[in-house]
């Protein structure tokens, strides 16, 4: 690999899956002497789903999960902080394709971290989209941890 990995962007959802995720993003970005761009997206199709099946408003929705994201990713920034990464921490609502370019590009984003669903998917859970959406727009390396 001839360029140097700067900055790495980071896929937190509220799993244990984003924990080892962000295990191995710290301890490449402390070896690279890079900087994590920790990111949570808050889906608008999550929230409708939750309205729909669990009776919940938008916004006793839209809060739920977007507490639920800030715990796990101020649960990654003290394990990096630990270690002595710098990690930005960054929580948006939207649709996850266009969150992740806008985010690949404002920071420019030499390396996608991701972990990798070891559960089935529920009703809640829409299919990992991360993916394909590096591999159609972004030619940069994605880890699936």
Do not use: C
């Not at 962007?9 to 191995?24: H, N, P, Q, T």
């Not at 009776?55 to 507490?67: F, I, P, Q, R, T």
């Not at 921490?89 to 590009?105: C, H, M, S, T, Y």
Request: zero cysteines; proline letters at 3%.
């Amino acid at each position: 690999m001839d360029e140097k990995i700067n900055n790495i962007l980071l896929l937190v959802k509220g799993s244990e899956e984003s924990f080892r995720a962000g295990d191995v993003a710290i301890e490449l970005a402390g070896a690279l002497s890079a900087r994590i761009i920790a990111l949570n997206i808050v889906p608008p199709d999550v929230i409708k789903a939750m309205v729909k099946l669990l009776g919940k408003s938008e916004s006793e929705a839209y809060v739920e999960l977007s507490e639920d994201g800030w715990k796990y990713l101020y649960a990654i920034e003290e394990r990096a902080k630990d270690r002595g990464v710098k990690i930005v921490l960054e929580q948006e609502e939207g649709n996850l394709e266009k969150v992740v370019l806008d985010f690949a590009r404002r920071y420019q984003i030499d390396m996608v971290v991701i972990g990798r669903e070891t559960k089935k998917r529920t009703a809640l859970q829409p299919p990992h989209k991360l993916l394909s959406v590096v591999l159609d727009y972004l030619t940069i390396p994605v880890l699936i941890v």
